[in-house]
């Protein structure tokens, strides 16, 4: 799994770099595979004001642009995207600046251009004003990057993005997650051991979880006819979304992790996923007949169109979401076509649940078709934290889509989660590890990834968080401290 360092720093702040996050993490288990850096300097791009579009006398779809760069004379530029007019400020790429743009013969390669000053088809032009694509920062190549009205002039690029909050370079971090570590399938739980490690705090975003009921209740159903296979669904119901692009520091998180941003709805589901681990869908709430979500299994026999447009002959017994009607979706694998999120989607249903691992392996392996949801239900997704997610990701609808949050909630709950407490004596550290951990160590380390110590070490009680379903017993605690105080710190047993 890629994570951004970037997006890390969201939620716990340290001096390290990058190799020493990566070290760190590498020492307490979670092994990096590679460390690759994202996205562009852009030195040598600045903020400049379109002063005059005019034809280009020799070629129909280029344009001859005056263009203001905050100092000096203005500059020619010829363009050919469809978008630019007078009037706009735009990133240009001035003289001397290297843009890494894909190969003509290999599009999928990006090699270094410089800009110079040319003559295109007899056309002085003295830089480049730039697409998304051109600057690293998307994949849009539809026409040029048209910036606020109000972007200053002259000013450096990268700098004037940083202001809006985005980032334009970023470092990313390949981890190879073992199954027994489903928690660390995410920056939230990434960050919750880089704060262990660093003895910092971890901040999670603030967000307001409705109460089960209310509005939300009137205006749909959950019926949970499966429960051993789906212990928790949560609905959240917004209303009046308006479909379109996602903002760019959202497309550049989810880039930065190599996700292919789709439209602002279906990119804050992914974009929550990769927060806290937890899989979302999102329904087109219109689609739905009855105003129903009911969790069944299949019949013998049935097929199904998923997303990706092919009919998919079901096995018998396959854990299914459907609405009054029909099914809508394989549960905790992918959604059905006859409800995906479109142009036209002005309702949407978030649905946010757990479903049996063994269940989502089964279909997810007969289907052949694994996707970010159910490589995480496969490992165990935390039981508890259905209702923080699908809140967050309300909450983003409503700001980045301008929807309408219905009050409340509809929280299934069939079979709720059990505390795990463990018994941890301070001895019997020592003995395994063979060197003495400080009580207070201990204690502080358990405490920072979300276990809850009671006692004196004699023993003390230890009650396992629930996004932690590998640790059954004492050895595993040991192995958490072990981890986190530092393996390096262990010595090698001498025979």
Not at 124 to 148: K, Y
């Amino acid at each position: 799994m890629r994570i951004s360092c970037n997006w890390i720093a969201d939620y716990v702040q340290t001096d390290w770099t990058p190799q020493e996050l990566g070290d760190r993490l590498t020492m307490s288990g979670l092994e990096v595979e590679s460390i690759d850096p994202m996205g562009s300097d852009l030195e040598g791009v600045v903020v400049g004001h379109v002063l005059d579009v005019q034809p280009h006398p020799d070629a129909d779809r280029l344009r001859v642009c005056q263009v203001n760069l905050g100092s000096g004379d203005p500059v020619q530029i010829v363009c050919g995207a469809p978008n630019v007019a007078a009037g706009q400020r735009v990133p240009v790429a001035t003289e001397g600046t290297v843009l890494h743009l894909p190969d003509r013969k290999n599009p999928d390669e990006l090699v270094p251009v410089t800009i110079k000053k040319s003559k295109i088809r007899g056309q002085e032009s003295r830089g480049m004003i730039c697409a998304e694509d051109e600057l690293g920062l998307g994949d849009d190549h539809d026409g040029i990057m048209v910036l606020a009205d109000d972007a200053p002039l002259g000013k450096s690029f990268a700098e004037y993005l940083s202001g809006q909050g985005i980032l334009t370079s970023d470092i990313s971090i390949d981890l190879a997650i073992t199954p027994n570590r489903p928690d660390a399938i995410s920056h939230l739980g990434v960050a919750r051991d880089v704060g262990a490690l660093a003895e910092t705090p971890v901040t999670r975003p603030d967000v307001k979880v409705p109460a089960n009921g209310g509005p939300a209740a009137d205006a749909f159903s959950v019926d949970i006819q499966a429960p051993d296979g789906c212990h928790r669904y949560t609905g959240i119901l917004v209303r009046g979304v308006t479909i379109g692009e996602s903002p760019q520091w959202m497309r550049a998180r989810l880039e930065s992790v190599g996700l292919r941003p789709v439209n602002n709805v279906v990119d804050i589901t992914s974009y929550v996923m990769y927060e806290c681990g937890q899989p979302l869908h999102a329904f087109d709430f219109d689609q739905l007949a009855g105003a129903r979500i009911i969790v069944r299994r299949s019949k013998p026999g049935q097929v199904f169109t998923t997303l990706d447009g092919k009919e998919r002959k079901l096995p018998d017994g396959t854990l299914m979401i459907a609405d009054g009607d029909r099914d809508v979706a394989v549960a905790g694998v992918m959604g059905g076509e006859n409800s995906e999120v479109s142009d036209q989607t002005v309702n949407v249903l978030i649905e946010s649940a757990w479903f049996n691992p063994a269940d989502i392996r089964k279909a997810s392996k007969a289907l052949q078709l694994q996707t970010d949801a159910s490589y995480r239900f496969e490992r165990g997704v935390d039981p508890t934290g259905q209702p923080w997610a699908a809140a967050r990701a309300a909450e983003l609808m409503r700001d980045l889509a301008g929807g309408e949050i219905v009050d409340g909630m509809v929280d299934a709950n069939p079979v709720a989660w059990t505390p795990r407490t463990l018994e941890l004596r301070h001895a019997r550290i020592t003995t395994v590890l063979g060197i003495e951990v400080p009580t207070d160590a201990c204690e502080r380390l358990l405490r920072a990834i979300g276990f809850e110590v009671r006692g004196d070490g004699t023993p003390w009680q230890v009650t396992v968080p629930p996004f932690r379903p590998d640790v059954e017993r004492e050895i595993d605690l040991i192995e958490e401290v072990a981890r986190l105080y530092g393996l390096d710190q262990i010595p090698v047993p001498s025979h």
